[in-house]
């Protein structure tokens, strides 16, 4: 009897585990598949990609910003218009430089929500994170590729969650579907 409980446990675990993968394997399978459609619309301004990109370019010349010093943010957000409703972010890239330190930040959206958020921060070290969403659902989170729990609210560094809604109102702000 103990036997058989252990090895249902396990199927169920081995399951589990299983059905995430195949969803982390999706996310990269689409985030690829649009990487590919940004590098053909930025190569050859191709309209078959389908894509638009709108920029936002904060202090591109550079002036001191207090108690900082240089700053400088350029985020593009890739989309697809549709007409007569509200076009749908597919991605978010921003490039943010203050003084010494750099951040890139990659936001894979589906139906306007998160399903993978990449963040490179040098500020304390070199911090690589990556989130894999379904929904509200975390599906993987990990640091430097080794995969842990996600933060805890008391974490100081940038809540990728709230980073990546912050980037999808600044879109809806910029498009004017804000209401």
Known sequence: MRKSIIVVLATLVFAVIHAQDKKIQQIRKDYNELKAS?????????????????????????????????YHTTTQFYYEPYEGRAPQLRMAIEHYAAANQKMYTEVLYRENRPAFVFLKNNYDGDDDRRLYLEGDQIIQYSENNAVKPYPSDDDRRT?????????????????????
């Open 38 to 70: 940004i590098a053909q619309l930025t190569s050859s301004g191709s309209a078959g990609s389908g894509l638009l990109c709108v920029t936002l370019d904060n202090n591109p010349y550079g002036a001191s910003y207090p108690a900082v010093g240089s």
């Open 159 to 179: 809540n990728l969650i709230d980073y990546a809604e912050v980037l999808l109102k600044q879109f809806k702000a910029i498009k004017g579907y804000d209401r």
